[in-house]
T-cell receptor
């Protein structure tokens, strides 16, 4: 079974702090995604990556950056956390770019910014 | 921007009643996927529909993809308490990257 592991289930940070959210998948998937989930807003795509060192902006990239130095790892970075970034962050992976198949999600990282 | 709209936002049903959630896109979709998220859990893939007019069944769940590939529905027959959760549709818009998710329908079942 595919396993997508997010490093932290719960984080509490202060405004202005730099935050790293790590995601690792063990199925050699090419595509990886970061979504945030907020009540009433569903899942919104922040960034995605088709391959190592490649990244594409999603629908709400402002205030975020990403890093994909290795195929299995996709990191989401909040350079200066703000209270409106309090949310549940979900990482997902998928097979090749030609594969229109399912997304495999991690358990999520719930971030609170005070 | 391009959106995938999903209704209703909440649905309360008595156990044993049927349930339907609807998904509509402003643009043609390459395919549509459905996910279920249990309370406190993460979204889990249910199914993908690709062809115009496609209908797929999984036990009590029936999934449909519209002829114009702009809408889809998920119907659950005779709901059970294990069906509780949020159901999301997610569409791949032609020429676009990634999946666009609907806001989800929360299914609440009263015993």
């Amino acid at each position: 079974d595919v396993k997508v592991t997010q490093s932290s289930r719960y984080l509490v940070k202060r405004t202005g702090e730099k935050v790293f959210l790590e995601c690792v998948q063990d199925m050699d998937h090419e595509n990886m995604f970061w979504y945030r989930q907020d009540p009433g807003l569903g899942l919104r795509l922040i960034y995605f990556s088709y391959d190592v060192k490649m990244k594409e902006k999603g629908d709400i990239p402002e205030g975020y950056s990403v890093s994909r130095e290795k195929k299995e790892r996709f990191s989401l970075i909040l350079e200066s956390a703000s209270t409106n970034q309090t949310s549940m962050y979900l990482c997902a992976s998928r097979g090749s770019i030609a594969d229109t198949g399912e997304l495999f999600f991690g358990e999520g990282s719930r971030l609170t910014v005070l | 921007g391009q959106q995938v709209m999903q209704i209703p936002q909440y649905q309360h049903v008595q156990e044993g009643e049927d349930f339907t959630t609807y998904c509509n896109s402003s643009t043609t979709l390459s395919n549509i996927q459905w996910y279920k998220q249990r309370p406190g859990g993460h979204p889990v893939f249910l199914i993908q529909l690709v062809k115009s007019g496609e209908v797929k069944k999984q036990k009590r769940l029936t999934f449909q993809f519209g002829e114009a590939k702009k809408n889809s529905s998920l119907h659950i027959t005779a709901t059970q308490t294990t069906d509780v959760g949020t159901y999301f549709c997610a569409g791949r818009i032609r020429g676009a990257d990634g999946l666009t998710f609907g806001k989800g329908t929360h299914l609440i079942i009263q015993p």
